[in-house]
Structures are given as structure tokens and as C-alpha cells.
């Protein structure tokens, strides 16, 4: 799953291939059949970009820590009184696991490169470079290249409540992107299209950096602006 693979590759591997990307976006499942949301739902995740994203959304909810594997998950889910709990979507799909209780959290900006499966491989391997990129899917690594130098221009990671996902649509990049503060009070997302992957980039790192940020509880280190200076801001609250 390329969306925990750090940013920074270990020295000597490299990326040459991403299939084709599944369902990017997260699911919401539930325990009962129907569900208000607006009462005090008690929701159950780890991730801290979907518990951030969903205190924003849904301030009076309840967000309790969730981990181990898919399967443990809904097993805990199961077992308690939880309202839901938020999966990825493809994780779900990958393992035919088909909730009859779920709705798709369109709203919510996934993960960079969330969906997709990647193969890595030593550089320089040219022969098997050239097999992997023959059955690597090209708009898939486009798109989540340009999710991830995103993710490595804001000095963010998967811990960090950082989102950006990016979609070819009549060969024009659609990107989105999205901060959120660790309490879900306060949140910043831009959302561009161009032509040019790199005015999308920019564009979109000015939005949060350069001009918008003021998320208490957030301390980001940019590693530069795109035309290659290095930037001495550190940016809190």
C-alpha cells in the first residue's frame, strides 16, 4: 500500500510501478442500521487526518482510537458500543469485505496515494525497471507522485493531518488538499485544476503555507518554496 510508504525512500530503492488505483476514498461503518448524526456518535479511528477531518465536519462526536488489522477492526467494532468506524475503502474492497451498514465519506480528502499499491525496486535495475513500467498504470503514478511531493513540500507524513489527492479529468490534474488543526476546530483546503501539474502544486501550497495557515495546535516545517529557495518560516498556530 504506497500510502504507508515514507516519503523518503530507503537509499538505493525507487518506485518504477502503481496499478491501477482502487476506490480513494474512506468509508464510515456502523453498527446500527440508522444513525443521526447529529447526535453525540461515538466514532472509532487512529488515523489523525480522519479524526481531525471528522471533529471539523462533526464537532459534537466522539473519537476513540482504533487499531490492528482490517479484520481485528471490525471485530472491535463488532464488539463494542461504538456508533462506526472508518476503513479505507479499497482496504475493504481488497478484502471482500462488504458491510451492509456503510456509507462513503465523498467529503472527507483522502490520504496522499490512498488506493494505490506500488512495487519497488533497486535503482538502476534497468531490465526489471523496464518490465515494472510496462505494467505500471500512468495516470495512477502521476496523480500520486504529485499527492506525495506534495506531502514532502509541507514536511508531513501519515501522522501528520496533512490530505491531497489528485485525478486526471479531461487530461486536466484536479487537486485537492487540506489541513486540519489536532483539536478539528479550524481547517484550511484548496482545490485547483491546471493544465501544468507544477502551477497545481504551487497554486495549492500557497493556499495553506504561504497565505492561510492559522491552525492552532500545527507546526510545519515547509522544506522549500517550489522555485528552489530554501524557506526559514516555521509556521505555529
Known amino acids: 500500500s504506497l500510502k504507508d510508504v515514507p516519503i523518503n525512500l530507503a537509499k538505493g530503492l525507487e518506485i518504477p510501478c502503481v496499478f491501477q488505483r482502487a476506490n480513494p476514498y474512506d468509508v464510515l461503518v456502523f453498527n446500527k442500521r440508522n444513525i443521526d448524526f447529529n447526535s453525540p456518535l461515538t466514532i472509532a479511528t487512529s488515523s489523525i487526518r480522519r479524526k481531525t477531518q471528522w471533529l471539523n465536519k462533526y464537532p459534537n462526536h466522539n473519537i476513540v482510537s482504533l487499531r490492528g488489522n482490517v479484520g481485528t477492526r471490525m471485530k472491535k467494532l463488532k464488539n463494542n458500543n461504538w456508533d462506526g468506524a472508518i476503513f479505507a475503502k479499497a482496504g475493504l474492497d481488497r478484502l471482500s469485505i462488504n458491510p451492509e451498514n456503510k456509507t462513503i465519506l465523498n467529503w472527507m480528502i483522502p490520504s496522499a496515494a490512498q488506493g494505490a499499491v506500488a512495487l519497488a525496486s533497486k535503482v538502476k535495475n ?112
Open 126 to 237: 534497468l531490465e526489471l525497471d523496464k518490465i515494472l513500467k510496462s505494467i505500471s498504470c500512468q495516470n495512477t503514478f502521476h496523480c500520486v507522485d504529485q499527492e506525495r511531493k506534495f506531502l514532502k513540500l509541507m514536511g508531513g507524513g501519515c501522522s501528520m493531518p496533512i490530505s491531497s489527492f489528485a485525478c486526471i479529468e479531461e487530461k486536466k490534474l484536479t487537486f485537492k488538499v487540506g489541513l486540519t488543526c489536532l483539536d478539528g476546530k479550524d481547517s484550511i483546503t484548496a482545490n485547483e485544476c491546471y493544465e501544468k501539474t507544477s502551477e497545481v502544486i504551487k497554486k495549492c501550497f500557497e493556499e495553506l503555507i504561504l497565505h492561510k495557515i492559522n491552525l492552532t495546535g500545527i507546526i510545519l516545517k515547509p522544506n522549500m518554496i517550489l522555485d528552489g529557495s530554501e524557506t526559514k518560516n516555521k509556521i505555529s498556530k
